[in-house]
């Protein structure tokens, strides 16, 4: 089944880099706002302290913690209250020994406080007098400025794709626009006499289109730019021509369909026509995503994912997801793929000398997480749709038995 023209999917990536020159990446300076899930293409320094100043975590009164020590319900430290901090307005004061002043979370600390005694560990005597009925330690129920963030520090590292936090860390230091790497565009071009437009009607022997569709969210999802070429016929100079125009105007070409043995299936004889070194591999022993086809036009990737979806989606995991990691910016050492343990519902066989890539569900039975296999052929869409990842068998193991920890790759 797998003879001596498919390799290993471990080799082919190898080939892919080993025949890739990284190119000089572009970056622009956008809004932080327009930044999510973008690669930084600087290192961020503070250029000051986050906060900037010492402030309360709790709403309660500012004190000198000393005042406090041995304090108890039933032998009460007495305070007398110098003053009130408001929200958004410098403490303009200071406290001495013996004083305290209430104080709203992220209030200022006034000169002279340590620590904030919380509000209901306070008892009011009169209006300007206070029961501590607990001791504070110094610090306590306070963030020090520059506790967060210090100033000459680097927040972040040239490389990182921004999440949520990220951004608000940006905001939280003052920093509104950053320099990020320009999204790599990705064109798609769909193969194949019976491939029709979604909104098309169908006839015997018709199908619509679908792979397009999850390709343009797998580019979007790993930081492209996807730009559909359309539905292009089984003909030699047809696919000819959209290649070679593709290759002027995107980062990476894909194919889908036409990567098979089959007669009109010729994806690799225009690669190899269109510019070295052309065709690096023409099947790699997986399942499924057996026919995939990795090649360079130049220094242009050109990938040929096989026509059925869930190989579609496996090989696009496998082979193009890394080459748009490269070609984002994204530093190498940052992991950009979430997994989950679970443990395999059901025993899956595998064949010795082949990769299996097999799609799960994920079911929580009291505190056990378990992997369910998703069976069916690589032609149903809806075995991707039902599936929440993949867990891989690697091709030295003769399959998973049930009850085995798994480690599931997530979509």
């Known amino acids: 089944m797998f003879g001596k023209n498919y390799i290993l999917p471990q080799e082919a990536r190898s080939l892919l880099f080993s025949s890739f020159s990284k190119p000089e990446l572009a970056f622009h300076k956008l809004p932080i706002e327009e930044c999510y899930n973008r690669v930084l293409a ?36 007495y305070l007398s209250i110098k003053n009130e901090v408001f929200m958004g307005e410098p403490a303009s004061f ?51 400025a520059g506790e967060d963030i210090q100033k000459g520090t680097q927040v972040l590292s040239k490389g990182r ?22 999204k790599p565009v990705v064109a798609i071009i769909s193969t194949g006499d019976e491939i029709l437009p979604a909104s098309s009607v ?9 792979n ?48 098979s043995a089959g007669v009109k ?7 190899n026509e269109l510019g070295n070194p052309g065709v690096l591999f023409h099947g790699v022993a997986v399942k499924p995503g057996k026919p995939v086809i990795g090649a360079f036009i130049g220094n242009k990737p050109v990938i040929g994912l096989p026509g059925h979806p869930a190989a579609t989606a496996v090989s696009f995991d496998m082979f193009v997801r890394p080459l748009l990691e490269v070609l984002c910016g994204l530093h190498k050492n940052k992991i950009s793929k979430n997994f989950a343990y679970a443990k395999i519902k059901k025993s899956i066989a595998s064949v010795a000398g082949r990769e299996d890539h097999v799609r799960v569900a994920l079911e929580l039975e009291g505190d056990e997480l378990y992997a369910v296999p998703v069976l069916g052929k690589s032609g149903l869409i809806t075995t991707l749709v039902k599936a929440d990842g993949v867990v891989v068998i690697p091709e030295g193991k003769l399959g998973i038995d049930a009850g085995e920890d798994v480690k599931v790759k997530l979509f």
């Open 212 to 259: 397009s569709f999850t390709l343009t969210g797998l580019i979007n999802d790993n930081g492209g730019i996807p730009v559909k070429k359309g539905i292009i016929k089984d003909e030699y100079d047809l696919i000819k021509k959209t290649l070679s125009d593709a290759l002027e105007s995107s980062d990476i070409v894909i194919v889908s369909g036409g990567t």
């Open 202 to 210: 169908l006839q015997p022997g018709q199908v619509r289109d679908i």
């Open 42 to 77: 600087e290192n961020i320094i503070a250029s000051e302290d986050l906060p900037g100043f010492s402030r309360s975590t709790v709403d309660g009164y500012a004190v000198r913690s000393a005042d406090t020590f041995g304090a108890k319900d039933t032998m009460p430290a």
């Open 161 to 182: 794709r921004l999440r949520a936090q990220d951004i608000g860390a940006l905001a939280g230091l003052g920093i509104t626009q950053v320099n990020v790497y320009r």
């Open 94 to 144: 200071e406290i001495s020994k013996g004083e305290a002043a209430k104080i709203p979370t992220g209030g200022m600390l006034p000169k002279g406080a340590d620590a904030v005694l919380m509000l209901e560990n306070a008892q009011a005597v009169s209006v300007d007098m206070i029961e501590a009925m607990k001791s504070v330690a110094p610090n306590e129920n306070v963030i020090l």
């Open 265 to 271: 299936d010729m994806t690799a004889a225009i690669i």
